[in-house]
């Protein structure tokens, strides 16, 4: 069958590998990690937090943190889910994550959500007086204090935490406890309990 010379055939753009096979560009791009805020839904239940980190120590998602409380529904929790990944791994823990009985919806929140975390910082209690005035700076307050430690608390973003503790260093910091983001969206927009029931 007559057919165009070898020199005239069309041939696919793209490196092949050593058995000759074309490398897809796409497959073979890098994707830069990101952070991603993800808020899960789930049956307020003795193991759910244990099932929903295992899974993600199986799939070894990078977890910047992991907060979980009850929310208006007494039957459910809501967990809020920092983590860091390239562009695969974000989608695949959001999917993963569905597949878990006890998660009745999971959503990624835009970079324009609300998102709040607390920290207590002990510092050397020798000058009070400033630690205050510092504690006041960033909204906060002192809750405990002693001859030889003050612990303040602050609230915010977690731009806003970082900044408090390095303020705080020139009190020689002693301990400090930060409980990772709880996120919601600014929008009038909530999860549905129901959203995912007949998946479970």
Sequence with gaps: MPGPAPDQRMRPEGRRNTQGIRIDPEAEATHEPRMAVLSALVKHEPGVLSEVSSLFSRRQFNIESLTVGPTQDGDTARMTIVIEEPEPGVQQAKKQLRKLIPVIDVEELESAAMRRELALIKV??????????????????????????????????????????????????LEIVRTGAAALERSSKTMDSTTMESDN
């Design 124 to 173: 050397a209690g020798d000058r009070p007086g400033d630690v205050q005035a510092v504690a006041e700076m960033y909204g906060g307050d002192a809750v405990d204090a002693s001859k030889d430690a003050v612990t303040v608390e602050i609230t915010g973003s977690k731009q806003k935490i970082d900044a408090a503790i390095e303020a705080f260093e020139q009190f020689d910091v």
